[in-house]
């Protein structure tokens, strides 16, 4: 029944050390989303992707990449992450010509 | 000035009791508002979308003005399990969501 699916649910990583995290749909929406949410913050926007074009929120840092291999699949790699970067990572999905957003259940990062 | 702007709370109301949220948005072009609902470690569930002259959902019911540019979210009734941070969110004139930093909620039994 899962339709946002995100792998892992729970991401420890060190200091500087690569880590990619993975998002997969059942809904075959054209949108995808990645935030990063900070405890007791809103969901901050780092990029989307309109079926295959990219869109990179002004701030979002570079060490933060992302991938759509295919419709389904979605990655956020970060490539030195920083203590600072230790957040739930929310990915979503939305049906073009539709507003409403599903959200899979979030991977926590700890960055040690 | 933010774009969505809530009262962070908490707000801690006893069981039954009716309690009230408002939202603020600064950008009169927003067209479409939502409520979500988050609760603890996990992630934003819509509960309500709110259009035109605003709905209501069983204990639930969601407002908006849009003259003076907010948005209210009314709880009938409270019950322990909707002790959760309530998320309002605008749909911006960019194509994406900007959500409020969220109400938090605490129901006492």
């Known amino acids: 029944d899962a339709m946002v699916i995100q792998n892992p649910r729970y991401q420890v990583t060190q200091f500087g050390k690569p880590v990619t995290l993975s998002c997969s749909q059942t809904?075959?929406?054209?949108?995808m989303y990645w935030y990063q949410q900070k405890s007791s913050q809103a969901p901050k926007l780092l990029f989307h992707?309109?079926?295959?074009?990219?869109?990179n929120e002004a701030d979002t840092p570079d060490n933060f990449q992302s991938r759509r291999p295919n419709t389904s699949f979605c990655f956020l790699d970060i490539r030195s992450p920083g203590l600072g970067d230790a957040a739930m990572y929310l990915c979503?999905?939305?049906?073009?010509?539709?507003?409403?957003?599903?959200f899979g259940p979030g991977t926590r990062l700890l960055v040690l | 000035r933010k774009e969505v702007e809530q009262d962070p709370g908490p707000f801690n109301v006893p069981e039954g009791a009716t309690v009230a949220f408002n939202c603020t948005y600064s950008?009169?072009?927003?067209?479409?508002f939502f409520w979500y609902r988050q609760d603890c470690r996990k992630e934003p569930k819509l509960l309500m979308s709110?259009?035109?002259s605003g709905n209501e959902d069983g204990r639930f019911t969601a407002q908006l003005n849009r003259a003076s540019q907010y948005i209210s979210l009314l709880i009938r009734d409270s019950k322990l399990s909707d002790s959760a941070t309530y998320l309002c969110?605008?749909?911006?004139?960019?194509?994406?969501?900007?959500f409020g930093t969220g109400t938090l909620l605490a129901v006492q039994p």
């Open positions: 709110v259009y035109s």
């Open positions: 950008n009169s072009a927003s067209q479409s």
């Open positions: 992707y309109y079926d295959k074009d990219f869109n």
């Open positions: 809904l075959n929406h054209n949108v």
């Open positions: 969110v605008v749909w911006g004139a960019t194509n994406k969501l900007i």
């Open positions: 979503a999905t939305r049906n073009r010509g539709l507003e409403t957003q599903y």
